[in-house]
């Protein structure tokens, strides 16, 4: 299957001499969702711009299903819908004027029957006549995505699209945009809340310091990484190790009422009930265990680490 976006040794300088991108190659699948992680200032907005036409690349090439964005700018934009970080539009507008003067910006004929499907599935039909001035944050939120799908567009860029959300309304925006991807548009959204690409992407690549460090499905990139470790807290505080455990990776932790055993679950064996028999063997009583499975966080982390 063709990749719908195929970027190739992309780079940005910008005036002040810049350099925003080093030479990015990424393909786009037909569909998918992807989410672009980085830190403050790695570059996530600038490739954007540049895929939108907002930024001019100074190297490399985008295509947007087969339109290269520079040669064939006008067929490349009108596939795409951009939903920005912040509202930029006229307040005393209502929701639905401003959304069909998106569209009309495309050239695309007034299609009031097809705003109104797009409001509904927003959940904004309540307010079509409403000012935006007159609507909650996360209403705002939705209506520029209601502008950025006011054209049909088949690809789908949100920057950012819940920074500064909270939580129930960051969980709605995960719906509308799971709803899309049902519909077919591909998704591609850039967010520093690995919770977000964690809960939402199919595939994650992870940007700093204007590199793709790495592009994977996000499914083998927790397993490929993936390091779980069980909690044992114990009914009396242990302050070494016995002889016996030593062939564990275990730490102390928490004035020795905690044993943290890490283990590769991708090995062989965990050899958790070898440990069980050993600490009982060793006299060791165990109160309560839990798991917990390495998170994205922690691969971001030591990723960006690893590159400092
Ligand atoms: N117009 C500009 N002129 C000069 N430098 C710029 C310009 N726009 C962005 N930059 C620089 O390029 C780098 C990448 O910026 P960009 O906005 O792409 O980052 P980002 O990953 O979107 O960050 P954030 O998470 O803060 O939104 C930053 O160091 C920024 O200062
Ligand atoms: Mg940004």
Known sequence: MHPVIAISSLSKRYDSGFEALKGVDLEIDRGEIFALLGPNGAGKTTLI?????????????????????????????????????????????????????????????????????????????????????????????????AKALSHEPKILFLDEPTAGVDVSLRKDMWEVIRKLRESGVTIILTTHYIEEAEEMADRIGIISGGRLLLVERKADLMRKLGIKQLRLELREPLSALPAELQGYDLTIEDDGK?????????????????????????????????TKQSTLEDIFVSLVKEQA
């Open 49 to 145: 711009s540049i895929i939108c036409g907002i930024v001019n690349p100074t190297g490399g090439s985008v295509s947007v299903d087969g339109h290269d964005i520079l040669a064939d700018y006008r067929a490349a934009r009108s596939l795409i819908g951009l939903v920005p970080q912040e509202l930029t539009t006229d307040q005393f507008e209502s929701v639905f004027d401003t959304v069909s003067f998106s569209r009309g910006l495309f050239g695309k004929k007034p299609d009031p029957a097809y705003i109104e499907k797009v409001l509904t599935d927003l959940s904004l039909i309540d307010k079509r006549d409403n000012k935006l001035r007159e609507l909650s944050g996360g209403m705002k939120r939705r209506v520029l995505i």
């Open 258 to 290: 905690t044993l943290l055993y890490t283990f590769d679950r991708e090995g062989e064996r965990t050899r958790i009930t070898s440990l069980l028999a050993d600490l009982q063997s060793a006299g060791i009583r165990v109160r309560d265990l839990d």
